[in-house]
């Protein structure tokens, strides 16, 4: 064969790769901003969440979730965390969500960098969980803040008026010094939610009373910590 043939074959190859790759990637460019999928209503797949930053009650996400239970063609959900928590509704709404799936498929948590608090509230809800030796989990705990400047406001000679109907409404408040009382009700309340959280890692996790106190102090763990507790 001669050499000018051979050289016009291979060009001609490389000019239908070229032209291969770039039909793909205009299919592909389409399907984003039509908004249509490449795969056939029949196709099997294992399906994906990403879990990153704040956790907080997002309903639309929670409804994307029941309808991957739904879906038939989704063999498995896989969730990647990378959370440092959130808010404790925010973290239930996913939990009962993500259970909903785990209770038609496998459902399968990849921690990150980090997944603590209620970023592992998100992972005891699936049937096993995956970390790096250095992920950082745990935090079982829950939390509560709150700012005073009542010293701020003497020096500038700034005076509050409040009318309430009892004297822990609307409290606390950075207004007005945490009373006896104000203190005693969030307490409480922190105590009842400290409770909700640790059963739900004695039930998820199998662990027994003791066990389940050794972790819960509020102390983050790495993953190889973790593994062994």
């Known amino acids: 064969m001669e050499a000018a043939t051979v050289i016009d074959r291979r060009r ?22 039509t908004g249509t999928t490449l795969f056939t209503k029949d ?28 879906d038939g063609n989704a063999l498995a959900l ?10 404790t509704t925010g973290a239930e709404g996913l939990f009962h969500a993500l259970r909903n799936v785990a209770a038609k498929k496998p459902v399968v948590a990849v921690i990150g960098t980090i997944g603590a608090s209620g970023g592992y509230i998100s992972a005891l809800a699936a049937d096993h969980i ?21 010293g701020l406001m003497d020096k500038l000679g700034i005076k509050t008026q409040t009318i309430k109907s009892s004297p822990v409404k609307g409290t606390p408040s950075p207004i007005e010094p945490m009373s006896k009382e104000t203190r005693v009700a969030f307490e409480l309340l922190i105590e009842d939610g400290y409770n909700w959280f ?3 890692v004695k039930t998820r996790r199998s662990l027994t009373d003791t066990e389940v106190e050794i972790v819960a102090d509020g102390r983050v763990f790495s993953g190889r910590q973790a593994l062994k507790l």
């Open 12 to 33: 001609l190859k490389r000019q239908l790769t070229f032209w291969r790759l770039v039909s793909m990637i205009v299919l592909i460019m389409l399907s984003v901003v």
């Open 198 to 200: 640790k059963d739900l």
């Open 130 to 150: 995956i970390a790096r030796e250095t992920s950082m989990t745990g935090s079982i705990g829950v939390l509560m803040q709150s700012g005073e400047i009542t």
């Open 43 to 70: 196709t099997k797949y294992v399906a994906r969440l990403t879990l990153e930053g704040f956790i907080v009650e997002d309903h639309l996400r929670e409804e994307r979730v029941r309808q991957i239970a739904k």
């Open 78 to 87: 896989i969730v990647r965390v990378n959370s440092p928590g959130g808010t």
